[in-house]
Nanobody, 122 residues
Framework: QVQLVESGGGLVQAGGSLRLSCTASQRTAHTYQMGWFRQAPGNEREFIASINWSGDVTYYADSVKGRFTISQSSAKNTVYLQMDSLRSEDTAVYYC???????????????WGQGTQVTVSA
């Protein structure tokens, strides 16, 4: 069982920045990829960004490419999401995730964090 603890959400004005953090309780065969998804009210959970434990393979959704940066500290079992140039449409609950393989599908995620609210005011 891998537990994920997230932090860093909050309220920010459009154009501002936030950094999310997520720490995994342990590394297992399921923790090859760590990433972030988000879910706005009435919408499905959508992929945002992912990184492998080596930190050399990253993927981003087109909607956040160039504005968000994912990074990781394998020594700390922690993944970060730096979010810049935030827009009102970025408002959602952001979920940390781990998966045993490279994936952008929520159905293939092995473990989820509890979620952290990000609200961007216009």
């Amino acid at each position: 069982q891998v537990q994920l603890v997230e932090s860093g959400g909050g309220l920010v004005q459009a154009g501002g920045s936030l950094r999310l953090s997520c720490t995994a309780s342990q590394r297992t065969a399921h923790t090859y990829q760590m990433g972030w998804f988000r879910q706005a009210p009435g919408n499905e959970r959508e992929f945002i960004a992912s990184i492998n434990w080596s930190g050399d393979v990253t993927y981003y959704a087109d909607s956040v490419k160039g504005r968000f940066t994912i990074s990781q500290s394998s020594a700390k079992n922690t993944v970060y999401l730096q979010m810049d140039s935030l827009r009102s449409e970025d408002t959602a609950v952001y979920y940390c995730s781990v998966a045993a393989r490279t994936t952008q599908e929520a159905s293939q995620v092995a473990y989820w964090g509890q979620g952290t609210q990000v609200t961007v005011s216009a």
